[in-house]
């Protein structure tokens, strides 16, 4: 069972690296939030192609690195990020190929009916706006740069860069060069 293979591998790991506590805080070395997808394609390798390390910023993900207006949570965790934990940059990371630009909302509906959730349940939400759905990648990086530029908590002397990622070679293309816009 997978549980008893993370049991099993986390008693390897905690034997081989003990205590870290002393050497990675949780305040982020580099003073930097991420806000990004939670591709798979992307764990360990975004990390690796900003040269980002442990312990060195503050990951934020989630389907599709979006923003809603009726959900609170990226927010509210770059300003614990900013306030308590020393974040001075934002840096919000869409990728090329993300799912959540091309979401098949029957596809969704269909799954969530054979796990056993009542169609009325599902209906009463539009799916594709209830999951974030979006068509234009670099539209959704520029949307969530304004979202956090403009939210009424977040410092606007904080840069908020956009950029987009290219899961298949790590390459970057800035998208919102946040020096350019923070005060």
Not at 29 to 55: H, N, Y
Not at 68 to 87: F, K, M, Q, T
Not at 90 to 115: D, P, Q, W, Y
Request: hydrophobic share 40%.
């Amino acid at each position: 069972m997978l549980l008893e293979e993370i049991l099993l591998a986390n008693s390897r790991f905690v034997t081989e690296y003990g205590d870290l506590q002393k050497k990675y805080g949780p305040k982020p070395r580099k003073k930097v939030a991420i806000f990004t997808c939670m591709d798979t394609r992307l764990v360990e390798f975004l990390e690796q192609a900003l040269g980002i390390s442990r312990g060195d910023a503050k990951v934020i993900k989630n389907a599709g690195n979006r923003i809603r207006e009726d959900c609170d949570d990226v927010i509210r965790s770059l300003a614990v990020a900013i306030y308590l934990l020393g974040v001075r940059e934002i840096l919000v990371i869409g990728h090329l190929h993300c799912g959540m630009s091309k979401l098949n909302t029957e596809l969704l509906a269909e799954r969530m009916k054979e796990f056993g959730i009542p169609e009325e349940e599902i209906d009463k939400d539009d799916l594709a706006a209830w999951m974030g759905s979006f068509s234009d990648t670099e539209e959704n990086v520029v949307d969530a740069v304004d979202k956090i530029k403009s939210h009424r908590l977040i410092p606007r002397s904080i840069p908020v860069h956009g950029l987009i990622f290219c899961p298949d070679n790590g390459e970057l293309q800035v998208l919102v060069n946040g020096y350019k816009q923070a005060k």
